[in-house]
């Protein structure tokens, strides 16, 4: 993947945190504890998030909130980052939806936006700078990290996205099969929300848009990951952080 070869530009320093969901599939749980405040190891799972974020310089932080909301909040706010920015909606607004009433926050230069209950392992922050060492704004709206589905713990699914040898992504067709699943963290340009639509949406919208336009791009997720959406997937993501040495996420 190449960008004409230009000089490496330093990773965004906006970023926003998916936290509203109500995480339906762990039911039992978030019953009572909202899905970001789960722990993993010890460790809150946007907390996760957070120290990623940290690790490569981010200084402007949105985490958007709905289910729970107040006890979200007043987590995050205990968390020393320079600018933390609270988007509450007062109905669910799906990916897309929540982002695009953030942008106000995001400014005008591209941002990560990371799902908030997601487990990785190794050292802080080397995903996310891999991101964007990646990214290209000249020719991404996109840029999706992927992982590949026989490396992923407890994922028995069909896939996403297949990978092109230039790094574009298409999206998997229906009834078929794809080698990479899409890990939760991504790159985007605030220009794609330029239009957005009030209301819900899914980023998979924005997603669709951009690999039409050839500018939906992913690379390859370098190690362990785990989606803890699942009771079973969050036993497996615990088991890890037991078993990990280091005790570094992501």
Not at 41 to 48: N, T, V
Not at 79 to 89: A, D, F, G, M, T
Not at 111 to 132: C, E, H, I, K, T
Not at 145 to 169: I, K, M, S, W
Request: contains cysteine; hydrophobic residues 40%.
């Amino acid at each position: 993947m190449s960008c004409g070869g230009r000089p490496a530009t330093p990773p965004p320093h906006r970023a926003m945190i998916l936290a509203a969901g109500r995480g339906k599939r762990l039911a039992s749980i978030t019953a009572t504890t909202p899905k970001p405040l789960i722990r993993v190891g010890g460790i809150a799972l946007i907390d996760q998030a957070l120290t990623q974020l940290q690790a490569v310089g981010v200084t402007d932080y949105v985490v958007n909130t709905h289910y729970l909301a107040e006890r979200v909040e007043d987590h995050v706010r205990r968390w020393k980052v320079p600018r933390l920015h609270i988007s509450r909606e007062p109905e669910l607004l799906d990916t897309g939806g929540g982002v695009a009433r953030a942008r106000r926050w995001l400014g005008l230069t591209p941002f990560f936006v990371l799902n908030s209950d997601l487990v990785w392992m190794g050292p802080p922050g080397r995903a996310l700078q891999r991101l964007a060492d990646a990214w290209c704004d000249r020719t991404m709206d996109a840029l999706l990290l992927v992982a590949p589905t026989v490396a992923v713990r407890g994922y028995n699914g069909p896939g996403d996205f297949t990978l092109g040898p230039e790094g574009r992504v298409q999206r998997r067709l229906p009834g078929a099969m794809t080698p990479f699943v899409f890990t939760g963290a991504q790159i985007l340009t605030p220009r794609v929300f330029v239009g957005a639509p009030p209301g819900p949406f899914s980023l998979n919208r924005i997603y669709d848009q951009a690999a039409a336009r050839g500018r939906l791009f992913g690379i390859r997720h370098e190690g362990d990951w785990i989606d803890a959406g699942t009771p079973e997937r969050l036993h497996l993501a615990s088991e890890a952080m037991i078993h990990s040495r280091q005790g570094n996420l992501w």
